[in-house]
Structures are given as structure tokens and as C-alpha cells.
């Protein structure tokens, strides 16, 4: 199967490395059986013994977000999920899965977090460098999650208490 969708194995002995292929789905939600990527062996010197298994983060896509936030069973990652969508480029699926959708509540909670996460990590960076660009992306957020205040308010005790006190004055909704 050729796919772009691969997790990498590094033998220890001869530093080759081995591709095991997954679907998009596989690889998004870590469906893969680990165990079986241990346990083949390296394609050159059929050594067991590894030095890493990886790969680079998947592109997520509105498919995708729209079957994790209707199935409790799928993950992104196994851990640090939030960390993982919070990102600008997901912005405008996350603002429509919430918007336009009847998702899992568990899985509101996560949208929620990652955009006060958004504003927060943004907040916290001190960086001269693309200053302007934070600000603007924390204006947008912040904007965005005022218009939502009901639902943040909704999920406020599922957020952290950290990102609570520094992004909810900002949107204007009571931490209690
Ligand atoms: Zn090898």
C-alpha cells in the first residue's frame, strides 16, 4: 500500500529505516497495533532491537474532526489532544463543528479548551518576533469566543484553572 500516511522505525543495529503504511484514519487516531511495528523486523538486517518509532504529525481535516467529535472512542493522540488542535490553522473547523453541529459534549469541551489554549500560549509569548501576528490572532479568538460566551461558560469547569484566570476576563465570562 502506498500511502502518505506511515509511521517511521529506526533499527538500532543499522539505523535503517522501516515505513509501516496506515490509513488516514489509522494514523490520525493512532489505530495502529503498535505491538506488531515492535515486533517486525528491520527489512535489512532483520534485527528486533529499535532506536525510534515515529512520525511527523498528521494534517487534520474537517473529516477527520467530524469523526472524532461524534465518537468518544477516538483520540487524536493518545495524549496532549488539545495541544494538538490548538492551532490557527484549525480555527475556522473547529468555530463550525461547534456552531453547526450536535457534537459530543466531551468533545466541546476539548474545541473550547483548545481555542482559550490558542490565546493563552499566544498571551504568554514574549518573542519580539511576530508580535503583531499573536496579537492579531488573539483578537480574532478572543472575538470569536465572546460571541460564544453561553457555550464557554457551559464547559467552564472542564477548563484549566490556569487558562481560566488569564483568558476568561478577555472574553468576559465569570470563572465560577
Ligand atoms: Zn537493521
Redesign the pocket.
Known sequence: MDSKYYVTKR?K????QDRFYLTKKEKAFELFDLSRIRDTP?T????KEYLSIGGDLIELDKELFLEWAFDLNLQFMEQDEDLLIAEKKYIDIILDLIDNYEILNEKKIVLIEALCTIVYDNLKNQENKGRLERQMLIDNVVYELRKRREQVFDVRASIFGYIKDVVFPLIKVDKE
Open positions: 533499527c543495529k543499522c539505523e535503517n528491520c535489512n538486517c532483520y534485527s
